[in-house]
């Protein structure tokens, strides 16, 4: 990964390339969203391994997605805090329907 970013804005469209195939955004969206269940979960109900449990089932489930759809090398290497960032928004958008629109924004 040559590309060197100073800001998170400048970030988003090389996040959004990385994930270019449909198949890669559902299971990171997927995977995220159980990640930040599993969070919430251990956090307010317990079992506290539930906590450990989130990153485990987030991550994997991105670094599986390049590997074996996209083919590349995860963002989260060289970029673990804005990678996590991405992971969020794009999850988000998703939720709310807003996904679409910012792929064709940035011409994907």
């Known amino acids: 990964m040559a590309e060197r970013f100073d800001s998170f804005a400048a970030f988003w469209p090389f996040y959004l390339r990385e994930h270019a195939q449909p198949a890669t955004r559902v299971v990171h969206v997927a995977g995220t969203w159980a990640a930040v269940l599993l969070l919430l979960a251990g956090i307010l109900l317990g079992p506290w391994w539930l906590i450990l449990l989130a990153p485990v089932v987030g991550y994997g489930c991105a670094w599986?997605?390049?590997?074996?759809?996209?083919?590349?090398?995860?963002?989260?290497?060289?970029?673990?805090?804005?990678?996590?960032?991405?992971?969020?928004?794009?999850?988000w958008l998703a939720a709310t329907g807003r996904l679409g629109a910012e792929l064709q924004r940035h011409g994907l």
Do not use: K, Q, V
Not at 66 to 82: D, G, K, Q, S, V
């Open 64 to 91: 599986i997605s390049h590997m074996l759809i996209e083919r590349n090398r995860p963002a989260t290497f060289t970029y673990p805090t804005w990678s996590l960032l991405g992971d969020l928004r794009m999850a």
